[in-house]
């Protein structure tokens, strides 16, 4: 075991990556000699080459696309865009071409490659920096949407993403790169993708989350621990396909929702997750299921981004009301 | 780069003497080389052919042509390996043709069929359709790269429009290649039409051919309607790639004498003496002219496989329009490595609906 934060824990399973597989290549803007701009890819140039990790010119769409072309000739491309605010230049090759490939090709071609891209607010960003776009790859036929929350996930969910033999989009809650550290395993581990993990059990309420807000949710959990209120706290960590038997059994164990992620509300995560679970579980709902979500407005400039996500007071607040009904 | 498009047989079936002439001569196709690129050309041609008087027949869905288009995409593949990659777009039958691809899979995909996408990788090396302009083309340059990393020897071809040269994958695509210097080929189709756009709108540069400069590649501009030039350009730009030199771009020059595809009324847009000048340079009448003057087949040979590759593209749609009906799975099939039980659940529902409402 050692200490590590998320964006070490990144670092130290794309190392993991790399060595164990020699089909593993790495690259995107400022990831090499630079370690990349959150130090995700530190050292790794330098300990295997610049020949499976490397720099490219700055054009997200030739990066995927390229990409693309790796992985049918049979390499394992690991591509970073170099915040999730920029990958829109390569959207058109992640919806028209990865997550088609497969299907495309009647499974004559497939296409294991990760695309990594740090996403998410609360960290006083520039504009462009901060948003939360999740949905948008999870509404794409083809894609595996996958976002850690904690250092000991962040490095099982990238090995197993890595080899995964389908496209994986890699979200990584940059507000929580640098949180504090956990032990985790020194080698090679893989946790399996689609599957949420409880954090903590409960009967009171059911809270789902993942990425940047799961600390939020962790704060009210234990707040809300002091008054003995057990609520259940699930980390849904694979957005699609989402670990639908974890949700429904919870639900129908508290009768209570809650869902709270930093993405706009409509037609977001938390509303595929409310509708899942009032059609698979209505019968066991005690009362309206919740959802504390960003707003559909556009992100404000850090002066007054705290009114736009939600803080553990406004998580404590809603189970309390959602007890209280 | 030479002046003016490279030509080596000219409409006349002459071979024209010259410097540009002398420098290809390691690049001629030989006898049985030419009568195999005079067999896909008019297999193309009469597929083609028939799969419009079918959409005239309500028998095939919307169809995108390729006639007169065949030199360019058969001259160019068969300057290559089986085993080099082929980044297509969506008129590339020629090339499809020469790479061996049953006409059954062709139609099929034009019939709506996914099983028309059952081309083996490991036989064809094909990228499939790709039909968001220039998107393909990154595709090609991946693979190209990776064949380096992986120590072969292949290189990877793709191909655009003319149209496609303006979309900003064509420049990624290029800038990458240039800068990896990986073993690629980027072929520029430019039949002068994107649907009603002419290419004088298209780009203000002289050529397509010239663009190649900025991005650290050879460019080469070839007479599109000439299939020996063609070949010769790509044979060409294939050793210098595959020794390491600089990646190409060649710029066929043709014409897209059908219309854009089925859905489309070319007389809104253009001359029609303007079509009728492009039709007298026909690829294929070319070359019928070099054969014969050549004493490499007589006309009765030359309208027998006409008349052949007539009779299998009849042949192999009747074969296909009476494919069995497809199977409410098939959209579940080759999703993901493994179908996750969210999606298992959907099919299941589906199954459901259809049992109960028989639709
Ligand atoms: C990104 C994108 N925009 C628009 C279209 C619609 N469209 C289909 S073909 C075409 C023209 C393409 O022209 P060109 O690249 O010259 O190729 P050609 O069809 O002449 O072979 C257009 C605009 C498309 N398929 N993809």
């Known amino acids: 075991m050692s200490a590590a934060n998320l964006v070490t824990s990144v670092n130290a399973g794309l190392a993991v990556a790399l060595e164990s597989d020699e089909r593993v290549v790495m690259y995107g803007q400022d990831i090499g000699r630079n370690g990349g701009v959150f130090q995700a890819t530190a050292g790794l140039q330098e300990r295997f080459g610049e020949r499976r990790v490397f720099d490219v010119p700055l054009a997200e769409s030739g990066i995927v696309g390229t990409a693309i072309g790796m992985a049918v000739a049979g390499l394992r491309p690991v591509v970073e865009m170099q915040f999730s605010g920029f990958v829109y230049p390569a959207f058109n090759q992640i919806v028209s071409h990865v997550a088609r490939l497969r299907n495309r090709t009647r499974g004559s071609m497939s296409l294991p490659m990760v695309i990594r891209m740090p996403y998410g607010g609360a960290v006083r960003a520039l504009e462009h920096h901060s948003e939360s776009m999740e949905a948008i790859f999870a509404h794409v036929p083809g894609l595996k949407v996958v976002i850690p929350s904690t250092p000991h996930d962040a490095k099982g969910l990238l090995l197993a993403a890595v080899r995964d033999p389908d496209p994986v989009i890699f979200m990584e809650p940059k507000r929580l790169y640098h949180s504090p550290q956990q032990e985790i395993p020194e080698g090679d581990y893989e946790l399996p993708l689609g599957q949420a993990r409880v954090v903590q059990e409960g009967d009171a309420v059911t809270v789902i989350g993942y990425g940047g807000q799961m600390r939020d949710i962790r704060a009210a959990a234990a707040h809300l621990k002091r008054q003995d209120i057990a609520i259940e706290v699930i980390d849904l960590r694979t957005i699609y396909p989402f670990d639908q038997e974890t949700v429904v059994e919870s639900v129908r164990k508290t009768g209570r929702l809650l869902v709270v992620h930093e993405g706009p509300r409509s037609f977001g995560v938390g509303a595929e997750i409310v509708s899942f679970a009032t059609e698979e579980a209505f019968m066991y709902l005690d009362a309206p299921p919740r959802r504390l979500t960003g707003t559909d407005t556009i992100i404000p400039l850090p002066a007054s981004e705290h009114f736009y996500f939600m803080q553990p007071e406004h998580i404590v607040d809603a189970v309390l009301e959602l007890i209280e009904t | ?359």
């Open chain 2, 1 to 359: 780069m030479i002046a003016g498009p490279l030509q080596l047989l000219a409409p006349d079936g002459t071979v024209p003497a010259g410097e540009a002439v002398d420098a290809y001569a390691d690049y001629r196709m030989d006898a049985a080389q030419l009568l195999a690129a005079y067999r896909f050309m008019v297999s193309a041609r009469a597929a083609d052919e028939w799969a419009f008087s079918l959409h005239r027949q309500g028998r095939l869905h919307t169809y995108a042509p390729s006639t007169g288009q065949e030199a360019n995409s058969v001259g160019s593949i068969m300057a290559l390996r089986q085993d080099d990659w082929f980044v297509q777009s969506y008129r590339e039958l020629g090339g499809l043709m020469a790479r061996g691809v049953p006409l059954s899979n062709y139609f099929l995909y034009w019939l709506g069929y996914e099983a028309g996408n059952d081309n083996e990788v490991d036989e064809f090396h094909l990228m499939p359709v790709a039909i968001p302009i220039a998107s393909q083309l990154p595709h090609a340059v991946g693979l190209a790269q990776a064949e380096r990393y992986l120590g072969t020897d292949r290189l990877a071809i793709g191909f655009i429009g003319d149209g496609g040269t303006s979309e900003g994958d064509f420049h990624e695509a290029m800038n990458f290649a240039g800068v990896w210097k990986a073993p690629v080929i980027i072929f520029v189709q430019n039949n002068q039409y994107a649907i009603s756009l002419p290419r004088s709108r298209q780009t203000a540069s002289n050529t397509i051919a010239e663009k190649a400069g900025a991005y650290g590649m050879r460019g080469v501009q070839v007479d599109g309607n000439d299939v020996t030039a063609v070949f010769a350009a790509t044979a060409e730009a294939a050793e210098i790639v595959r020794s390491g030199g600089l990646p190409t771009l060649i710029e066929g020059v043709t014409y897209r004498v059908a219309a854009h595809t089925t859905s489309d009324d070319p007389n809104r847009y253009r001359e029609i003496d303007e079509v009728a000048a492009w039709k007298n340079r026909d690829p294929i009448v070319r070359l019928q002219k070099l054969l014969r003057s050549r004493g490499l087949a007589s006309e009765e040979e030359l309208q027998a496989s006409i008349e052949e590759a007539r009779q299998h593209a009849r042949d192999e749609f009747d074969r296909v329009e009476a494919s069995a009906a497809p199977a409410l799975e098939e959209g579940f099939q080759h999703l993901y490595a493994e179908l996750p039980p969210l999606l298992q659940a959907q099919l299941s529902e589906r199954r459901r609906l259809q049992e109960r409402t028989g639709k």
